[in-house]
């Protein structure tokens, strides 16, 4: 039989906690804001491949939208690139290709010998690409941003000691992270600041919450007003994907609604997002950032793989109707500028639910990102 004074609590004392604790209880909100709390994850549709299906079993000559992505391998013996001195070839590092859908018609957008082209991100309007270059800069490493058009030409640096760039939907700013040590690192979550910068202008704005701190994988929404990212030890949270205002200090803990991992990223329309749960599965949920917070339901996993690898690295293609992600051995690293042997780039159907590789060398190819179709006249 239960003992009432047990740890020295009169009966009295014992009544009235219990009674604070079902007052407590009863009267905390589901949702830190009021709002209705988690909701259960959605069925899949269907029963996932954690394989990749044969590339004939997807038709992925029709899709009217390219893919840029990076990858790793010996430079080609031209002048095409923006290198200090003429290509000599034979020099594996970093390049940043385009290519279709289905994977053909491949071109090196950059090819440079001294310097490792990353993380490339297409400006909505589909004319200019924002990425990252490590470099060697009075005898020391530095990772800065840059953007360049579409076709490689007209290159032009944002910022130094910076990372992870992205587009606001006009197109007409890129939003960085400062590096958090002037020493380099790979580490993606070294990052402090947030800041803005103005391609018409030439404009550096910082971002009024001063608190961002080990956030990464920065996507801004298309109506402008809000961030998604990636956090790792900072702000008091171990690992976690946020939202907060792009124009205020408020911030939110996707989690409350089951939202976990890392790398989310926006359609075009801004009402749903893609993110990468664990190494080894991809997430698709419908977001509404209209209300006072944020809300993210109906979220499915879109693509598994077997415990022998991981898929990374997703995005969302214009029509909403595929999406694009990296694959390979779980030997490979996924961050930025990290060695990934054997891992190629992938296309899924969300209506099937079927995937297959659309390159087949396995030369770290990685961080794929859909190029937009631009409007006539542009």
Same mark, same amino acid.
């Given at each position: 039989?239960?003992?009432?004074?047990?740890?020295?609590?009169?009966?009295?004392?014992?009544?009235?906690?219990?009674?604070?604790?079902?007052?407590?209880?009863?009267?905390?909100?589901?949702?830190?804001?009021?709002?209705?709390?988690?909701?259960?994850?959605?069925?899949?549709?269907?029963?996932?491949?954690?394989?990749?299906?044969?590339?004939?079993?997807?038709?992925?000559?029709?899709?009217?939208?390219?893919?840029?992505?990076?990858? #790793?391998?010996?430079?080609?013996?031209?002048?095409?690139?923006?290198?200090?001195?003429?290509?000599?070839?034979?020099?594996?590092?970093?390049?940043?290709?385009?290519?279709?859908?289905?994977? =053909?018609?491949?071109?090196?957008?950059?090819?440079?010998?001294?310097?490792?082209?990353?993380?490339?991100?297409?400006?909505?309007?589909?004319?200019?690409?924002?990425?990252?270059?490590?470099?060697?800069?009075?005898?020391?490493?530095?990772?800065?941003?840059?953007?360049?058009?579409?076709?490689?030409?007209?290159?032009?640096?944002?910022?130094?000691?910076?990372?992870?760039?992205?587009?606001?939907?006009?197109?007409?700013?890129?939003?960085?992270?400062?590096?958090?040590?002037?020493?380099?690192? $790979?580490?993606?979550?070294?990052?402090?600041?947030?800041?803005?910068?103005?391609?018409?202008?030439?404009?550096?704005?910082?971002?009024?919450?001063?608190?961002?701190?080990?956030? #990464?994988?920065?996507?801004?929404?298309?109506?402008?007003?809000?961030?998604?990212?990636?956090?790792?030890?900072?702000?008091? #949270? =171990?690992?976690?994907?946020?939202?907060?205002?792009?124009?205020?200090?408020?911030?939110? $803990?996707?989690?409350?609604?089951?939202?976990?991992?890392?790398?989310?990223?926006?359609?075009?329309?801004?009402?749903?997002?893609?993110?990468?749960?664990?190494?080894?599965?991809?997430?698709?949920? $419908?977001?509404?950032?209209?209300?006072?917070?944020?809300?993210?339901?109906?979220?499915?996993?879109?693509?598994?793989?077997?415990?022998?690898?991981?898929?990374?690295?997703?995005?969302?293609?214009?029509?909403?109707? #595929?999406?694009?992600?990296?694959?390979?051995?779980?030997?490979?690293?996924?961050?930025?500028?990290?060695?990934?042997?054997?891992?190629?780039?992938?296309? =899924?159907?969300?209506?099937?639910?079927?995937?297959?590789?659309?390159?087949?060398?396995?030369?770290?190819?990685?961080?794929?990102?859909?190029?937009?179709?631009?409007?006539?006249?542009?």
């Amino acid at each position: 039989m239960w003992n009432c004074r047990t740890e020295g609590l009169p009966m009295k004392s014992i009544g009235i906690f219990i009674s604070m604790i079902l007052a407590l209880t009863v009267a905390s909100p589901a949702h830190p804001m009021g709002g209705a709390g988690r909701e259960p994850r959605t069925p899949k549709r269907q029963k996932l491949r954690k394989v990749p299906s044969q590339r004939a079993e997807l038709n992925l000559k029709e899709v009217a939208f390219k893919i840029v992505y990076e990858t #790793y391998r010996e430079t080609e013996p031209s002048n095409a690139g923006f290198c200090s001195k003429p290509a000599d070839g034979g020099r594996p590092n970093w390049e940043l290709y385009l290519m279709n859908a289905d994977g =053909s018609n491949q071109i090196n957008l950059t090819n440079t010998p001294d310097v490792d082209e990353m993380y490339p991100h297409v400006s909505p309007d589909g004319t200019k690409i924002c990425f990252v270059i490590d470099e060697v800069e009075s005898r020391r490493k530095v990772r800065n941003v840059y953007y360049m058009k579409i076709d490689g030409t007209e290159r032009v640096k944002v910022a130094e000691n910076a990372r992870q760039p992205c587009w606001r939907f006009d197109s007409k700013k890129i939003a960085y992270l400062k590096g958090e040590y002037e020493r380099y690192s $790979d580490r993606p979550y070294a990052t402090s600041d947030l800041i803005i910068y103005d391609l018409q202008t030439g404009q550096y704005t910082p971002h009024p919450n001063k608190s961002l701190h080990h956030i #990464y994988a920065i996507c801004w929404s298309p109506d402008g007003n809000w961030f998604v990212a990636a956090v790792q030890g900072g702000m008091e #949270y =171990s690992d976690a994907i946020l939202a907060f205002e792009a124009n205020g200090t408020k911030l939110f $803990d996707l989690g409350w609604w089951g939202v976990k991992g890392c790398r989310p990223e926006f359609n075009l329309d801004g009402n749903k997002m893609v993110w990468g749960e664990t190494d080894w599965n991809l997430c698709l949920g $419908d977001i509404d950032l209209t209300g006072r917070t944020p809300r993210v339901t109906n979220i499915q996993d879109v693509v598994q793989c077997l415990r022998k690898s991981k898929v990374y690295h997703v995005d969302i293609s214009p029509d909403g109707r #595929y999406i694009a992600f990296s694959y390979g051995p779980f030997r490979g690293a996924q961050q930025v500028g990290g060695k990934a042997p054997g891992w190629n780039i992938c296309v =899924s159907d969300l209506t099937t639910g079927k995937w297959v590789k659309i390159t087949t060398d396995g030369n770290h190819n990685k961080e794929p990102d859909w190029v937009p179709i631009p409007s006539a006249g542009q």
